[in-house]
Every structure is written in C-alpha cells, then in structure tokens.
C-alpha cells in the first residue's frame, strides 16, 4: 500500500473542502421545515455540531463528504411529510424568526448569488436605541 504525504497539506486539505452554501440553506430549509438539529444530523449522519454550526451561518467552508451527505438528505425530505410535535414547533418558529426559507424556495441552493424565489421574507427588526430610524446617530 502506497500512502501519499504531502509537502502542501493546506494544499491537499483544500481537496476535501466544500463551499458551506448549499448545505447551510438546506440544514436551515430542514429546520424551517421542523426537523430538529439532532433529526437533520442523525438524517445525513453527520456529527450534531457541524449541523449546528451550519445553522448558526458559521461555516464559509465544510468537509465535502458532509455538504454530499446533507445534499442526500435534503433530497430525501418529503416536504409534504411536516414533522409533528413541540420540537418540532420551536424549530420551525426560530427558522422563521430568523428568516429561514423552505428548501422548495431555491432553484440553485448552492448558487451563493442566487435569492430564494416566491418567499417573502418578513423585514429584520431595526434596533433603534441610540439611533434614528434610518441608522444616523441621534445627537446627544
């Protein structure tokens, strides 16, 4: 048996890293749907924290053999099949608080330009201590 080591691992390691686009959208299209952290995890079998992570907006890149098997589990979801029960509930309330669209929402999930289609999405709040309305600081 051969093992390749080389000179460049930052090089090699690049190899196996994808960019977190798609499966950010589709761990939070999942979520929006109503499965939980754990279901989505244990739904592609990655670990719990990459999906956390990955729902949290905190990961630019993952390992490709994770952003493949969420991509399968995402594929798998029967939108029409709603998961039920107070887990449930909450999850698809937080994606929504947070403006989290549903995996149907995209035509290019892991385009990075592309803008979820037939959502509207509710405005983000605007916090407004110590600022008018449109952002300016209000004078002391």
């Not at 892991?110 to 209000?138: L, N």
């Amino acid at each position: 048996m051969t093992v390749l080591v080389s000179d460049r691992p930052h090089e090699t390691a690049a190899v196996f890293m994808a960019p977190a686009v798609a499966a950010t959208r589709i761990v939070q299209g999942m979520a929006r749907h109503g499965f939980t952290s754990d279901e989505i995890a244990d739904m592609a079998g990655v670990p719990v924290w990459v999906v956390q992570k990955l729902l949290a907006g905190h990961k630019r890149q993952v390992l490709a053999v994770y952003a493949h098997a969420i991509r399968v589990a995402g594929d798998r979801v029967r939108l029409d099949v709603v998961p039920s029960g107070p887990s449930a509930d909450r999850s698809r309330a937080a994606a929504c608080r947070k403006g989290w669209v549903p995996l149907a929402a995209w035509d290019d999930i892991a385009d990075p330009d592309a803008r979820p289609v037939g959502v509207r999405r509710p405005p983000r709040p605007v916090k407004t201590t110590g600022s008018t309305p449109h952002g300016e600081k209000e004078a002391a």
